[in-house]
């Protein structure tokens, strides 16, 4: 199983980006859905994560209001849309995978993604 995310990019404070992770190799059909960030010199952390049929999504206080995940599990596909971006959003982002149970944290997760870079200048 492969997870390739993409979208990242450099944006100003308080504007948007749309992050995008693809997997290939298995359905995803029965995965609980996430998405990460380490920034640099800190523990990498929890976003947000969304059950497998959609239903349900979890976001880490920071990003609550401002972020949405989202999945289209026709198109193997996870989203991440942030919005209202501060200079503190800025890390790399990862896409996780865990099969059938929720996403609580890293611990537990199945597969990791390649992160793409998010850069917010103030």
């Known amino acids: 199983v492969q997870l390739q995310a993409s979208g990242g990019g450099l944006v100003q404070a308080g504007g948007s980006l749309g992050l995008s992770c693809a997997v290939s190799?298995?359905?995803?059909?029965?995965?609980?859905m996430g998405w990460f960030r380490r920034a640099p010199g800190k523990e990498r952390e929890f976003v947000a994560s969304?059950?497998?049929?959609?239903?349900?999504?979890r976001y880490a206080d920071s990003v609550k209001g401002r972020f949405n995940i989202s999945r289209d599990n026709a198109k193997n596909s996870v989203y991440l849309q942030m919005d209202s971006l501060k200079p503190e959003d800025a890390a790399v982002y990862y896409c996780?995978?865990?099969?059938?149970?929720?996403?609580?944290?890293?611990?537990?997760?199945?597969?990791w993604g390649r992160g793409t870079l998010v850069t917010v200048s103030s």
């Open positions: 190799g298995r359905s995803i059909s029965n995965y609980n």
């Open positions: 969304i059950s497998s049929g959609g239903s349900s999504t």
């Open positions: 996780a995978a865990r099969l059938l149970r929720a996403i609580l944290g890293a611990r537990g997760v199945d597969y």
